[in-house]
């Protein structure tokens, strides 16, 4: 037997650690093979016993089962990984790959391409926006409008009116999706905030935004700033040429609405409107019920917009608003227009304005209107005051036929002084005319 007079700690500190382990692996190893089986006997005195040695048994070493190969791990697609860096949304990977996104490129563009792919990485974008980190929200912002798909439209306008985030790029995403559930939802999002809002419809075009616009086209809510609407809505409609029957449609519906706000921007739409318009009288026609309409002065923009397009056929109605005394608006304006028509209809309204406060326009408009208003001043020839039969032969002067001879003869037999001299003025300059 083997003895140390050493520790172990003392030879592993001669020897060090690695050779002390393998000397005492060699021992026990070797004892192992030297052992003897049962109990030996007692040696004779005086001799040497020989210790019989038994044969250990050696079993053949089985070979070690060798593991089947590993299958080859799975190689991950850049989709997959794409989706889970966006799902993980740490920094800074996950503003890398949204960088990435913005310009498909390679996978990402065979990926855009794939519309299951595309719809996938859309709502992994999406989901993004309602994160906390800013950053991270406002590069998502940027990527959505690449991979947006038309599913995405009322989510997206909902996320937006929930938010209060009105981002160039997610109006863009807006545009970018062709889809027509979102119009609505657009034309939500245009009362609110019509300037960057306009971009989306702008993006969708008129075929599917065209509608919404002019429905736009006369809108006042009465909000401060809402002009901004109408002028938005306006200007798409330019920029797509709708047509002018679309727009005169629109109006004319306008003019019958019940908002009396819409009516009044209606009517002074209808002011810019070509004169000599093929639907002029169609239009005209739909203005004359507003003239009595005081609500929001609508009267005060469709007089205006009627003396604009109004023709022959409206002479009636501008008549018997000129001979009510209650309208008080534009008669200085109606009586002009009157004239210009020379129409024997607007004789006597006309020439009753004579004796109002608008006498002078009246002036203007006798003379405009000729001999048709000839047998009305004749009858004013016998009014009973004295200014109204002075006003008479001085327009007949200047107007006056052979017609009205009798009657300015009779007046120069009027006790006025100045009846009579303007009466007799008045025969000589018509005998002038007569003279070829």
Not at 45 to 59: I, N, T
Not at 406 to 419: C, G, I, S, Y
Request: a positive charge; glycine letters at 6%.
């Amino acid at each position: 037997m083997v003895h140390f007079n050493r520790s172990p700690s003392h030879v592993e500190r001669i020897m060090g650690p690695r050779r002390w382990s393998v000397v005492v692996f060699a021992l026990t190893a070797a004892l192992a093979a030297a052992g003897c089986a049962g109990r030996a006997e007692p040696a004779p005195e005086g001799g040497a016993v020989d210790l019989p040695v038994q044969p250990v048994a050696v079993e053949p070493a089985l070979p070690k089962a060798v593991p089947p190969p590993a299958p080859p791990a799975a190689k991950t697609s850049v989709l997959d990984r794409t989706l889970r860096v966006l799902e993980e949304a740490r920094q800074p990977g996950v503003l890398g790959a949204l960088s990435a996104l913005e310009k498909p490129r390679g996978s990402h563009a065979e990926a855009h391409a794939d519309p299951a792919s595309r719809a996938k990485i859309a709502a992994a974008i999406f989901k993004l926006l309602e994160g906390r980190d800013v950053l991270v929200a406002g590069a998502a912002a940027r990527a959505l409008p690449v991979w947006a798909v038309p599913e995405q439209g009322p989510a997206l306008v909902e996320f937006m009116e929930k938010t209060g985030k009105f981002e160039p790029h997610l109006i863009t995403a807006l545009g970018e999706i062709k889809h027509p559930g979102s119009v609505a939802a657009i034309a939500r999002l245009f009362r609110k905030h019509p300037g960057p809002v306009g971009e989306a419809p702008q993006k969708l075009g008129p075929e599917l935004c065209e509608k919404s616009a002019l429905g736009y086209m006369h809108f006042d809510d009465g909000r401060l700033g809402n002009d901004r609407i109408r002028n938005e809505a306006r200007r798409l409609l330019a920029l797509w040429r709708t047509s002018d029957d679309a727009l005169l449609d629109q109006t004319l519906r306008d003019l019958a609405s019940d908002d009396a706000r819409r009516r009044w921007w209606a009517c002074d739409w209808l002011h810019k409107l070509d004169a000599k318009h093929p639907r002029r009288g169609e239009t005209a026609k739909a203005l004359e019920p507003l003239l009595r309409d005081t609500a929001h002065q609508v009267n005060r923009k469709s007089l205006p917009a009627l003396l604009h397009l109004g023709g022959p056929e409206n002479v009636p109605c501008l008549a018997e608003y000129l001979l009510d005394l209650k309208n008080e608006f534009g008669r200085r304006e109606v009586v002009l227009h009157l004239g210009r028509t020379r129409d024997p209809r607007a004789a006597r309204p006309v020439v009753r304005e004579l004796d109002t406060g608008n006498y002078a326009a009246a002036r203007e408009g006798v003379k405009a209107l000729g001999a048709v208003a000839e047998p009305e001043l004749i009858k004013l020839l016998e009014h009973p005051t004295a200014k109204q039969r002075v006003e008479a032969v001085h327009l007949l002067l200047i107007v006056g036929t052979e017609a009205s001879v009798p009657a300015l003869q009779k007046a120069t037999q009027d006790q006025h002084n100045t009846v009579k001299s303007g009466a007799e003025r008045a025969l000589r300059k018509i005998a002038e005319r007569a003279v070829p």
